[in-house]
């Protein structure tokens, strides 16, 4: 009561209907001057021109993974904790660019969790498989190894990891090999730490650009069908061969 404003925020504001934003029109015109209007949205192309133009635009943009390591390595050390750089990369990562969301993760992995945060730490509190798995189904395609599918399989499934997000990994995997390919290990788009870089350059160079291109088609079909199937174990072992 004591501020100087009154601030409105409407949150998701291209909901609003067309009703909703010509009452709201009169007050945008000409606002009264202790009075602040806040319009969030992830779609601003269905806002209404008329309120477009009344207002200022700031686009917010994801913030990239090492953004996010850095800051939750900054909030570990005011707290006096200590986490490997990989496991953070990996809170990073499930964050998908949302600092709040990023936060969250670390506050509920350290009210359950004593000592260092490691990798090993972090995948299994969030259901994720580590890159090493991806990297040994590389490796056995290489070699015509057809056994590792169903030890990769297995593992999973005894862990009791979350399948089709397992699959979702698979295909940012590749993603990343393809991008590897096109650009080479120091492309300034991949985001990796230096030892993921070489890593992923050994990787690289069993498959070929098309190839790669073939598998995320295959696997992103794969990932919208495998929810349908009866056994996630079963369609998991035959994807994977």
Do not use: W
Request: contains cysteine; charged residues 25%; negative net charge.
């Amino acid at each position: 009561s004591s501020g100087g404003y009154k601030v409105y925020i409407i949150d998701e504001v291209h909901m609003l209907t067309k009703e909703a934003f010509n009452a709201l029109l009169k007050t945008l015109e000409e606002p009264p001057q202790n009075v602040k209007f806040f319009f969030a949205t992830t779609e601003p192309h269905k806002l209404l021109p008329t309120i477009l133009s009344r207002c200022q635009r700031f686009n917010l943009n994801r913030i990239t993974t090492e953004q996010i390591t850095k800051k939750l390595k900054e909030i570990l050390d005011d707290l006096g904790h200590e986490a490997e750089e990989e496991a953070l990369r990996l809170i990073a990562m499930r964050a998908e660019g949302g600092l709040r969301d990023a936060e969250s993760i670390l506050d509920q992995l350290l009210s359950f969790h004593d000592g260092k945060l490691t990798q090993e730490t972090v995948s299994s509190a969030l259901g994720v498989v580590s890159r090493d798995s991806l990297f040994a189904l590389d490796k056995a395609g290489k070699e015509g190894h057809l056994g590792a599918a169903f030890d990769i399989a297995a593992a999973i499934y005894l862990q009791g990891k979350d399948i089709p997000h397992f699959i979702e990994m698979l295909i940012d995997h590749m993603r990343t090999l393809l991008l590897v390919k096109i650009g080479g290990k120091e492309a300034s788009y991949l985001s990796l730490t230096a030892t993921e870089r070489t890593a992923y350059a050994a990787s690289a160079e069993s498959y070929g650009q098309e190839q790669c291109m073939n598998l995320i088609d295959y696997l992103v079909e794969m990932h919208t069908q495998i929810r349908l199937m009866p056994s996630g174990r079963i369609a998991l072992e035959a994807i994977l061969l």
